[in-house]
Nanobody, 127 residues
Framework: VQLVESGGGSVQSGGSLRLFCPASGVASNYVHMGWFRQAPGTGLEGVAMSDSDGRVWYADSVKGRVTISRDSAKNTLYLQMDSLKPEDTAMYYC??????????????????????WGAGTSVTISS
């Protein structure tokens, strides 16, 4: 499985970015696909999760400002981020998990349980 994030960059506060994560080496739609982030000196934080049944989950810190979506035909995960703030500055990672026994919300809160990870894309928001 290969996950390759892109779309990161440097923008001013209030700006927007769209992150992409195509997944290769997989035969079918992953049950859980999510975005996580890690700011310098902090731990990994769940940002948003997309379940294959259509349900989505967001961290409270980003609700109303980000939208997660997936294109199953392309095996690609997206994260549209608007109204960006300096505190959104972090390395953003996408990750997948194929365990259908738990909801995506569990994995949003427990990123160490995700199976495969990309190398990340950097997001920097200036004030």
């Amino acid at each position: 499985v290969q996950l390759v994030e892109s779309g990161g960059g440097s923008v001013q506060s209030g700006g927007s970015l769209r992150l992409f994560c195509p997944a290769s080496g997989v035969a079918s739609n992953y049950v859980h696909m999510g975005w996580f982030r890690q700011a310098p000196g902090t731990g990994l934080e769940g940002v948003a999760m997309s379940d294959s049944d259509g349900r989505v989950w967001y961290a409270d810190s980003v609700k109303g400002r980000v939208t997660i979506s997936r294109d199953s035909a392309k095996n690609t995960l997206y994260l549209q981020m608007d109204s960006l703030k300096p505190e959104d500055t972090a390395m953003y990672y996408c990750a997948v998990n194929n365990n259908a026994g738990l909801r995506g919300l569990y994995y949003l809160k427990n990123p160490d349980q995700m199976d495969y990870w990309g190398a990340g894309t950097s997001v920097t928001i200036s004030s």
